[in-house]
């Protein structure tokens, strides 16, 4: 069974940058899709990025332009470098990885696991 475990979350100042990992307990990249999602309080999870097994990768609009997503295959482990991080886009932050169903459609629903979360809270 995958585990993913998520680091990397802390709190900034509107502007800041920080950079999320996913490390996952077996490889996973040639074989599901992957992606990083956000929930704040009183919302509904978002798909912020994925990457499906071809290396083809989706955004979220909002974050187009400030966020990477990218794979150490090799480490088993997914990233996710946010840059200009804007107050609304504190939240928890999870990583996910599930069936190709999962990077067309972008939903959570089609993301079977999960990591427990990290939490990226922004200050203006």
């Known amino acids: 069974q995958v585990q993913l475990v998520e680091s990397g979350g802390g709190s900034v100042q509107a502007g800041g940058s920080l950079k999320l990992t996913c490390a996952a307990s077996v490889s996973i990249f040639n074989s599901y899709c992957v992606g990083w999602f956000r929930q704040a309080p009183g919302k509904e999870r978002e798909a912020v990025a994925t990457i499906d097994r071809d290396g083809r990768t989706k955004y979220l609009d909002a974050v187009k332009g400030r966020f990477t997503i990218s794979q150490d295959n090799a480490r088993n482990t997914l990233y996710l470098q946010m840059n200009s991080l804007k107050p609304e886009e504190t939240a928890m932050y999870y990583c996910?990885?599930?069936?190709?169903?999962?990077?067309?459609?972008?939903?959570?629903?089609?993301?079977?696991?999960w990591g427990q979360g990290t939490q990226v809270t922004v200050s203006s």
């Open positions: 996910a990885a599930g069936g190709n169903s999962g990077c067309s459609s972008g939903s959570a629903s089609g993301f079977g696991t």
